[in-house]
């Protein structure tokens, strides 16, 4: 099918790494993306990896890709509280004209 | 650079209306794409375009929805008659070339249909 699957919400302490989880379906994608949505802002590209790539890190962030089980994650480090946000995952079906598949995002809460 | 730029930023409209949206993108972005969001569910592809030609337009809803982009540089989208249904977030996003590495969205449009 068409889906790409996320938990809708997540909650941690601030300090604590968070780890979004997302389930894709199509095993041709090239390109898998964490897009970031503050508040009342667009959505906002945070990192994406190639199919060929097992993980990618970059600063407090780690992307890992699993393509046997068609599952992303994204880690994020001693989350602060301006990492709230909702965070969708999203697929590239290739084709050539870069038609995304999202997730309907996770809403990631952190507190004190 | 400016980024991609959407107006209104919300509107609320009674059912059987006709609204209009507007994207301005990247300045020299020939790619620009229109996505939804409805009801806190997963962000929807509506269409593609290249400059002003239409690649793709295989997730429009139905026929109440026309999007142009004349002159291949703003677009519009317009929804006529509005229904219920049509309620959620209108991203607009833009790149120049088709690289696979994302594109810059806009805020969003806000739509309520009453």
């Known amino acids: 099918g068409e889906d790409v699957e996320q938990s809708l919400f997540l909650s941690v302490r601030e300090g604590d790494s968070s780890v979004i989880n997302c389930t894709y379906t199509d095993s041709s994608s090239t390109y898998l993306y964490w897009y970031k949505q503050e508040p009342g802002a667009g959505l906002q590209l945070l990192t994406y990896i190639f199919s060929n790539m097992d993980m990618k890190q970059d600063q407090r962030l780690t992307v890992l890709l699993n393509k046997k089980d068609k599952h992303l994650s994204l880690r994020i480090a001693d989350t602060q509280t301006g990492d709230s946000a909702i965070y969708f995952c999203?697929?590239?079906?290739?084709?050539?004209?870069?038609?995304?598949?999202f997730g309907a995002g996770t809403r990631l809460a952190v507190h004190p | 650079e400016a980024g991609v730029t959407q107006f209104p930023s919300h509107s609320v409209i009674e059912k059987g209306q006709t609204v209009t949206l507007r994207c301005d993108p990247i300045s020299g972005h020939d790619n620009l794409y229109w996505y939804r969001r409805v009801m806190g569910k997963e962000i929807k592809f509506l269409l593609h375009f290249v400059k002003e030609s239409k690649q793709d337009e295989s997730g429009m809803p139905n026929n109440r929805f026309l999007a142009e982009r004349t002159g291949g540089t703003y677009s519009t989208l317009k929804v006529q008659p509005a229904e219920l249904e049509d309620s959620g977030v209108y991203f607009c996003a833009s790149s120049r070339s088709l690289a696979n590495y994302g594109y810059t969205f806009g805020s969003g449009t806000r739509l309520t249909v009453v």
């Open positions: 999203a697929e590239n079906r290739g084709g050539g004209y870069n038609k995304l598949i």
